[in-house]
């Protein structure tokens, strides 16, 4: 009798296995042959799925709708991610097999790994049919998945454009934060450097000035990510009554500190002369040469004085930026600037800190070694209290 029960469950097993093979090959003459044989229509594979994960995966609509026929559980789901056979069809774009399951009421709103629905997925992939199916049968447009993010927001970070205008038709909302992360689908396709993208979001109402939980507004966004062309565009297409927020120094203050030229020339172009600005003091400290010689292009004051009344020498002889101290005294910077904390000079901060090179160069350029600080001291002083004894060499061999 064992052996007898053995040899039955052996069969019952072929039995399923066909049946998935028929389903996934789309032989519905086999299919039909194996269910009236007894074969269950829900009968698991090795790996959880059914008969219909498999019709649905592969596109074979008529076994679907066979299998339904007699009995196949619509939303049964797959121990793998819980997956329906409606996401296996969404995923592997199969709008047929789609159109079957929503017929026979499959669920919109059947959650998948990180929490996508159905529409999620078709967002991501950019399969509208699918979408529009979707929609049609009550799929949220503004559903979140487990992570915080919409369909559109979805949408957004793949550059899917048709999806974007169908879900924005469908009264998707552009400035939906993501409650996580607080970006939106304009932050999205910002670092991703979406043109496209970015201009329909715009052109649907989506806000220049929102910040996401890090304080970056898309334009931050997109020149964090070096995306110029979105950058450009979000320039170019501001327009006030959109942009209380909208930060223009701020941006460009964060593309000298990064070093992106070419960032910091479009904002400038922007933004007119600049006068007296800091920004040559973090241009100075970066050592970013190129940024240095197009911010004085634009009219930025060489000698500007922070709020402890240091010039952008002084920054550059403190960090050691030899190059862009260089750049600074050729065009016109004066070496024998005192700041107002201490009363320091550039070539005091140079050697205190022990920059020889800039040391070397400030000599050359007529700084005064003798001048003291506030406290009394002359480089040569500050040199040696910080046994700084490259520079002290340097000094010394002044008259």
Same mark, same amino acid.
């Given at each position: ?46 790996? @959880?799925?059914? %008969? &219909? #994960?498999? !019709?649905?995966?592969? +596109?074979?609509?008529?076994? /679907?709708?066979? $299998? *339904?026929?007699? =009995? ?42 990180? @929490?996508?629905? %159905? &529409? #999620?997925? !078709?967002?991501?992939? +950019?399969?509208?049919?699918? /979408?529009?199916? $979707? *929609?049609?049968? =009550? ?42 992360? @607080?970006?939106? %689908? &304009? #932050?999205? !396709?910002?670092?991703? +450097?979406?043109?496209?993208? /970015?201009?329909? $979001?715009?052109?649907? =109402? ?42 223009? @120094? ?14 910091? /020339? ?5 933004? =007119? ?127």
């Amino acid at each position: 009798m064992p052996v007898l029960l053995w040899i039955a469950a052996a069969l019952v097993a072929a039995g399923v296995d066909d049946l998935h093979t028929a389903a996934r090959s789309g032989d519905l003459k086999q299919v039909q042959a194996l269910v009236g044989d007894g074969v269950s229509v829900n009968a698991r594979d090795s790996l @959880g799925g059914t %008969p &219909l #994960h498999d !019709a649905a995966w592969s +596109g074979q609509r008529d076994v /679907a709708e066979y $299998l *339904i026929a007699h =009995g196949a559980e619509v939303d049964a789901r797959h121990p793998d991610g819980g997956a329906t056979p409606l996401h296996y069809a969404v995923i592997t774009n199969r709008p047929d097999v789609v159109e079957l399951l929503l017929a026979h009421h499959a669920s919109v709103t059947a959650i998948y790994r990180t @929490g996508e629905t %159905p &529409l #999620h997925l !078709a967002a991501s992939r +950019g399969h509208v049919r699918i /979408a529009e199916l $979707l *929609i049609a049968h =009550g799929a949220d447009v503004n559903a979140r998945d487990s992570t915080g993010a919409t369909p559109l927001e979805a949408a957004a970070w793949k550059g899917e454009e048709s999806m974007l205008r169908l879900l924005i038709s469908k009264r998707a909302d552009p400035n939906c934060a993501n409650p996580n992360s @607080g970006i939106t %689908p &304009l #932050h999205a !396709a910002a670092s991703r +450097g979406y043109v496209g993208t /970015a201009k329909i $979001l715009l052109d649907a =109402g989506a806000s220049f000035s929102v910040r996401d939980k890090n304080g970056a507004t898309p334009l931050d966004a997109a020149l964090q990510s070096r995306q110029m062309e979105v950058v450009n565009l979000l320039i170019q297409q501001r327009m006030p009554a959109r942009i209380e927020k909208f930060d223009l @120094g701020t941006a460009l203050r964060d593309a000298v500190l990064r070093g992106q030229t070419n960032v910091v /020339a479009m904002l400038i172009d922007h933004m =007119g002369p600049l006068g007296s600005t800091t920004l040559l003091h973090d241009a100075a400290l970066k050592g970013h040469v190129d940024i240095i010689l197009l911010l004085l292009k634009h009219q930025a004051d060489v000698n500007s004085r922070n709020a402890q009344g240091a010039t952008p020498l002084h920054d550059a002889a403190l960090a050691g930026q030899r190059a862009a101290a260089e750049a600074l005294l050729e065009n016109g910077a004066d070496p024998n600037a005192r700041d107002s904390e201490s009363g320091a000079t550039p070539l005091h901060r140079a050697a205190s800190w022990g920059r020889r090179d800039v040391v070397e160069l400030l000599l050359a350029h007529r700084a005064d070694p003798y001048i003291k600080d506030n406290a009394g001291h002359t480089p040569l002083d500050l040199a040696e209290a910080n046994s700084q004894s490259d520079a002290v060499e340097v000094l010394k061999r002044r008259p």
